[in-house]
């Protein structure tokens, strides 16, 4: 999740100010948006990306958990949270990168023992009219080296784990594996991926790893969207340690490739069936100072050459001028492909439509796949506040933050778009949606150049 980009005292520049939401999204695929479900939640922070907000006055300090979870055989650090925790919540975990949360599947009765030994740890909050980061949480977020260790994680057992096992892993196993595209009939499949044997699938979604709240449930959300498009290609953003090994554990027809081991970081997932691996970099970003890098992934595809790649740009209205700087390098990284590649990239990049302009607009060769099918409404805006409830932000923002470029190849089939909608618009049991932010779904289909 990023810094809200607007405050009740000014509006967002080159993008539309919503004040309620007064057109729901068209459902897309058999995906639906629910919305606030009229439940009365109570006392919820109010929070943005880097720090937890305030109303007024100077910058404060609050306490945040360390939970111990008890060792497990399966690496999941999760914590089954009921629907009603958002009333029931006296403090929320901020955005410090640094800080990795660990959640526990345990029993109340364990939870409650672990509480009593918790740990307390410092974090920064700030004031919610000047939307600015402190100069003491950017070094912080800079500092990976200092992130505490991330308990649970491969963790040896000391006591027989196979009921513990079953209980926390079988619902996440079944939520990856139990609800698949094969499950449909081949005319469904056909209407929402035309032909299998020659469309590429690819899904970019920030999964909003930092935000401790119904892990459990979200978790369990994105297993089962992602057992049941089982994309060629995922991009993910906002992965941390825990929940990577989680994927990891299960998604085992996947191959994974990590930006970091760290705090916070974006991954690369290929569908072993269909996306060979030929080899992998990793491109820092000389003046970040949230730890953003470019990962990059060379791959082939029908036998056809692609380059895969992923970022996180700089967050915050503050980071705008690194995130240009960001972006330019991406496009320079996208413009020097092998020109027998296509390139796709698909991320968080956190832009709004005037920064684009500034740099006077995409490239010449590099297009934005959702204007190139045409602007589609319902797959506009990726954050979006008036329907998205995850962090109670006070007013109405809608964004199109997340966003694929393409660069098709220079000789040979050329790869083009074919469809793009959301995912990830379903309300949880927990009331939670699976992230702050939408995840996108695209098809590609490889043409003649003529056509």
């Given amino acids: 999740m990023d810094e809200p980009p607007c405050s009740p005292s000014h509006t967002c520049s080159g993008e539309p100010h919503a004040a309620c939401n007064d057109s729901t999204p068209s459902p897309c695929l058999d995906t639906q948006v629910k919305g606030k479900t009229g439940k009365n939640k109570k006392h919820k922070k109010k929070r943005n990306a880097a720090c937890q907000m305030k109303t007024g006055g100077d910058c404060t300090q609050v306490t945040v958990e360390e939970l111990s979870p008890p060792s497990q055989h399966l690496p999941e650090p999760l914590e089954k949270s009921s629907a009603g925790s958002k009333q029931e919540k006296n403090t929320r975990k901020t955005r410090n990168p640094s800080i990795s949360p660990a959640i526990s599947p345990a029993s109340s009765t364990q939870r409650q023992k672990d509480q009593s030994a918790q740990k307390t740890s410092a974090r920064s909050t700030c004031d919610q009219s000047t939307q600015t980061e402190s100069p003491q949480l950017q070094s912080v977020q800079t500092q990976s080296t200092q992130t505490p260790p991330i308990q649970g994680v491969d963790t040896p057992s000391t006591e027989s784990t196979s009921t513990q096992t079953v209980r926390s892993s079988f619902p996440l196993n079944q939520a990856y594996w139990g609800n698949t595209l094969t499950d449909q009939s081949a005319d469904q499949q056909k ?261």
């Fill in 191 to 451: 209407t929402q991926f035309g032909s299998r044997s020659s469309c590429l699938t690819v899904i970019s979604w920030n999964i909003d790893g930092l935000d401790s709240d119904n892990v459990f449930d979200r978790v369990k959300g994105l297993l089962s969207l992602l057992g049941k498009y089982r994309a060629d290609v995922v991009l993910l953003q906002e992965l941390i340690p825990p929940s990577l090994k989680i994927l990891q554990n299960i998604m085992k027809d996947y191959q994974f490739l990590q930006a970091s081991e760290e705090a916070y970081f974006t991954g690369i997932l290929l569908k072993k069936d269909s996306v060979q691996f030929l080899q992998s970099n990793i491109v820092k970003y000389p003046t970040t100072e949230m730890g953003r890098n470019l990962l990059i992934a060379n791959v082939s595809f029908l036998g056809r050459p692609l380059s895969i790649m992923t970022s996180h740009l700089e967050s915050c209205k503050t980071g705008s001028q690194e995130r240009l700087n960001q972006l330019r390098r991406v496009w320079k990284w996208m413009k020097e492909a092998p020109e027998d590649h296509s390139v796709i990239f698909g991320g968080d990049t956190n832009l709004r439509d005037w920064e684009v302009k500034k740099l006077g607009g995409l490239p010449d060769g590099i297009s934005d796949v959702w204007e190139m099918l045409g602007k589609p409404e319902e797959s506009r805006y990726t954050w979006d506040t008036s329907i998205n409830d995850n962090n109670e932000i006070p007013n109405s923002i809608r964004l199109r933050f997340d966003r694929i470029f393409l660069k098709p190849a220079a000789e040979g089939a050329q790869l083009r778009p074919e469809s793009m909608t959301l995912i990830g618009l379903e309300r949880l049991k927990c009331d939670y949606f699976i992230s702050d932010h939408w995840g996108i779904l695209c098809t590609f289909i490889f043409g003649t150049s003529e056509e």
